[in-house]
């Protein structure tokens, strides 16, 4: 069972799968191989280590064996109790699973935890009619404000671009991305949590810019968290809704650096050519415009090459300031004579929109924003459209969708349900050969349920999030937990074998049974404690996992002593 759990796991195709798939596959090989040497070599040494007998056993040993003797024999007595009360055993387990799973909102879903990588990135956007040296200068300014931070070894700058995603403006010259290293968590006495919420405060009065201070995720690179898209058909709507969008996040507690794709338009001049006049003056409209373009932008002339790469060569006027220049192109009129372009068209200014957004063929605004103070994504994502609803939701023809770390999220969710159903029905099928029955894998797949509730309890008492690596540790407890109500069921029926009755086969087996139960569990759950309560490099992500998959050994050890006996006597009564 341990091994048929990792199956689904490893043929997951969502970009989950990409990560978890060689983890899947290393464990399940690991697995096999200590399932061979459990099955020769162990037997092997034990024959050879435990030829002469242990010997007399000291005062600890008398003392552990007195103690176990009682807990052994107290066992025992309640399993004479569950004999005659197994409906209510049963009963109060259902209870139970039914509480747990109402507690179970209190988990709230996340994608991937948080994690100390030693890094934080602050993207700085200025007006965007500044010029690349000016971004370069004030970012420099910014610098200046941040080297007093507490153990800052290293900072890159980035001007004219910084790491986004699509729909967050990423590339101008008004743009640039400050990156700033510190020591790994383990050599610093400050978390870099506070780091962050430290550098906020300092750039909090930062005038003519936005500021953006978020820790590099582990998957999507320096992108915001939270990603809402807005589409529509009209564009003027659609940036009317995003900016009230962007007011209802701010009102979201555990938002920071709350953004939208909508920008204050960049100026802008149109010029309308008189075609009358053009025709009376022999300029050609195509040549006009040939000719605006090549004294602004440029025209091609040739190719550069040196090696493997190559540069456009451009030929235009040399450059002015001022808007008034493009009044004053001269052109060659019908006798060779100059003519302004102020005289024979007109200029109107206007602000141009800095993008604009498709998808789908609707036009679309995105809102952005980052996590903090341990704020869970999915939680974060309810709540905004909580406060959309409130507001009056969307009006006819306009939806609401979440992109980004979300839509990867809503993926691995689903990944990982399928990926736990399939574990379960290849367990279901492998007891069956096992157990040679059709009714006694329903009795040991009970075990499931009751690791289900030690997960909750372990998140909710650890305050962790449901992320995908506490999902992945849901997928293997399918095959860990299951492990004691085999050995339980296993004996009872050899004891049937020899002549016993089913009903006291179940209540000798279990207790039979107890030791090695005990022992597994133990060693199990002891297993997964460096896991859960490790704090080094990377234990972000693995605390989830080893606290979840502690919560359900843990539990459903314990209850599984008690509900897998109370079944049995239920579906064998005589």
Not at 40 to 60: C, D, E, H, Q
Not at 85 to 99: F, T
Not at 396 to 413: C, Q, T
Request: glycine fraction near 10%; proline fraction near 4%.
């Amino acid at each position: 069972t341990n091994v048929v759990v990792f199956v689904p796991i490893g043929m997951m195709h969502s970009i989950v799968g990409k990560y978890f798939g060689p983890f899947a596959i290393t464990v399940a090989a690991a697995t096999a191989v200590s399932l061979f040497v459990s099955f020769t070599v162990t037997p092997m040494l034990s024959s050879i280590l435990f030829r002469r007998s242990l010997g007399k056993t000291g005062p600890l040993g008398k003392a552990w064996d007195w103690a176990y003797g009682k807990v052994e024999a107290f066992y025992g007595y309640t399993i004479q109790w569950t004999r005659r009360a197994y409906p209510l055993v049963i009963l109060g387990s259902a209870a139970l699973l039914v509480w747990a799973l109402s507690q179970a909102r209190g988990v709230h879903m996340d994608f991937v935890p948080e994690a100390d990588q030693g890094r934080v990135m602050v993207q700085l956007e200025f007006s965007s009619s500044q010029n690349l040296a000016e971004t370069a200068r004030r970012t420099r300014q910014v610098e200046q404000m941040l080297l007093d931070l507490p153990g800052l070894e290293k900072r890159f700058i980035s001007v004219g671009r910084f790491e986004g995603i699509l729909g967050q403006v990423s590339e101008g010259v008004y743009l640039s991305e400050i990156t700033l290293v510190f020591p790994p968590k383990t050599k610093r006495k400050i978390g870099i949590q506070e780091i962050r919420d430290m550098i906020r405060e300092k750039l909090a009065g930062l005038e003519g810019c936005k500021v953006s201070v978020a820790l590099p995720a582990a998957i999507g690179g320096s992108t915001k968290p939270l990603e809402m898209e807005i589409s529509g058909d009209d564009l003027d709507e659609v940036e009317k809704l995003t900016r009230e969008a962007v007011q209802y996040a701010k009102l979201v507690p555990g938002l920071a650096d709350v953004d939208s794709n909508v920008r204050v338009g960049r100026p802008e001049i149109r010029v309308f050519p008189d075609r009358a006049l053009l025709g009376d003056l022999g300029i050609p409209l195509s040549a006009f415009g040939m000719a605006l373009r090549g004294n602004l932008e440029g025209i091609k002339a040739g190719v550069f090459r040196r090696g493997d790469r190559s540069w456009d060569i451009r030929v235009k006027l040399e450059e002015e300031e001022g808007r008034e220049q493009v009044a004053a192109f001269a052109f060659r009129g019908i006798h060779g004579m100059p003519v302004r372009a102020a005289a024979f068209s007109r200029e109107k200014i206007r602000e141009a929109r800095i993008q604009v957004l498709r998808a789908e063929k609707r036009r679309v605004g995105k809102v952005f924003a980052n996590l903090e103070g341990g704020k869970a994504l999915g939680e974060a994502a309810d709540q905004l459209l909580a406060q959309i609803e409130k507001h009056g939701g969307m009006p006819p023809g306009y939806k609401v969708r979440f992109l980004g770390m979300h839509e990867k999220m809503e993926e691995a969710s689903a990944d990982f349900e399928e990926a736990g159903l399939v574990a379960v029905a290849l367990t279901f099928l492998l007891l069956c050969a096992i157990l040679e029955s059709w009714l006694l894998p329903f009795l040991v797949l009970m075990t499931v349920p009751l690791a289900v509730v030690g997960m909750v309890w372990g998140l909710l008492i650890a305050k962790v999030n449901m992320n995908i690596f506490v999902m992945l540790a849901g997928v293997m407890l399918v095959g860990l937990v299951v492990n004691n109500a085999i050995l339980m069921i296993d004996r009872a029926k050899q004891l049937i074998r020899e002549g016993m009755a089913p009903r006291d086969a179940m209540a000798r087996g279990a207790v039979d049974r107890f030791r090695p139960i005990v022992m597994t569990s133990l060693a199990a759950a002891l297993g997964m404690l460096p896991m859960a309560l490790g704090k080094g490099l990377g234990s972000e992500f693995r605390a989830g996992m080893g606290i979840a998959s502690l919560g359900g050994l843990l539990v459903s050890a314990v209850f599984s002593l008690y509900v897998i006996p109370a079944a049995w006597f239920l579906t064998h009564r005589k």
